[in-house]
Nanobody
């Protein structure tokens, strides 16, 4: 059973930093794009940053220069370092991965359970 397990998150004052981690459990056949999304109350789930198998990440304009996404293919993990946090960064953050669970299956979207990030002013 392939699952995404998140850790990190919490409460921080504006200007502070947090680091979120996400690991893929089980034995997936292949993992393509991995990403972090976030959803604030009453709003849609929006992309924060994504990263392919290699290369640098792509970021939402609102977090460019403040957030850094990284990936370890051997450990099947992604992390996001969030610096200079603002109250508007408050949301539930979700890990995402496009995963092929077995050689007989197509790539499908997988989501973590979500972790709350709260930034106070």
């Amino acid at each position: 059973q392939v699952q995404l397990v998140e850790s990190g998150g919490g409460f921080v004052q504006a200007g502070g930093s947090l680091r979120l981690s996400c690991s893929v459990s089980g034995s997936p056949w292949d993992i393509d794009t991995m990403a972090w999304y976030r959803q604030a109350p009453g709003k849609s789930r929006d992309l924060v940053a994504e990263i392919g198998r290699v290369g640098r990440g792509n970021y939402a304009d609102s977090v460019k220069g403040r957030f850094t996404i990284s990936r370890d293919n051997a450990k099947r993990t992604i992390e996001i370092q969030m610096d200079s946090l603002k109250p508007e960064d408050t949301a539930v953050y979700y890990c995402y991965a496009s995963i092929r669970a077995s050689v007989w299956k197509p790539f499908l979207p997988y989501w973590g359970q979500g972790t709350q990030v709260t930034v106070s002013s």
